[in-house]
């Protein structure tokens, strides 16, 4: 589990298509204190950490991704050089600054529109058409690992602002309209539609 919360940005160093495919990520996580087995969410996809190291300085770890992940995310198209939002997983007593997120990607959206509001930036989105009865105004979401606020709804489309801080610490700063986002809805929103059709 996770809170959508990012805790650093790191960087595509190499992907490797073998069975399934091995990603290596730089990062600022100290390699030592990332047991081999642990989650991390990378731009929101949970992946089981492989292998970890440092080199020259700067540590790493590997994951793999099976054709599943790289077909129902972003993963597949990244490239060597990708920057990256990476969340640990929560652990018991941890602060849950966002929402609980799993790590399970829901879908792929896009970004359709960024324009300035304020000091913050004003993004519009296009959800999957499956997608769009689970995102409400006011709710959360989760793009790219990060947890959101929704701010407005229409029909498929919804919007979101990001904040200052957001923006620096995070991928959305460098985010260009027309981009592809890891889309996860919030795990409350997928019960309450189970347990309708239940009705």
Not at 12 to 25: A, C, F, N, P, Q
Not at 110 to 135: C, N, Q, W
């Amino acid at each position: 589990m996770f809170t959508g919360i990012i805790t650093d940005i790191g960087r595509l160093r190499s992907m490797e298509k073998r069975g399934d495919t091995r990603l290596v990520i730089e990062t600022a996580y100290d390699a030592a204190g990332i047991e081999l087995g642990a989650s991390i969410a990378c731009d929101g996809a949970c992946l089981t950490v492989i292998e970890r190291g440092a080199q020259n300085g700067q540590n790493w770890f590997a994951v793999e991704a099976s054709q599943e992940t790289l077909d129902c995310t972003t993963l597949g198209t990244w490239k060597e050089g990708q920057r990256i939002n990476l969340e640990r997983a929560l652990k018991v007593g941890d602060e849950l600054g966002g929402h609980i997120v799993s790590g399970h990607v829901d879908g792929v959206g896009k970004i359709l529109d960024i324009r300035p509001e304020g000091d913050s930036v004003r993004f519009t989105f296009e959800a999957p058409e499956d997608l769009k009865k689970f995102i409400a105004e006011k709710g959360s979401v989760t793009l790219n690992g990060t947890s959101l606020t929704v701010n407005e709804v229409k029909g498929n489309r919804f919007g979101v602002n990001i904040i200052p801080h957001t923006q620096a610490v995070t991928t959305w700063g460098t985010a260009k309209a027309g981009d592809a986002v890891n889309l996860e809805i919030d795990m409350l929103a997928r019960y309450v539609a189970r347990l309708r059709q239940e009705d």
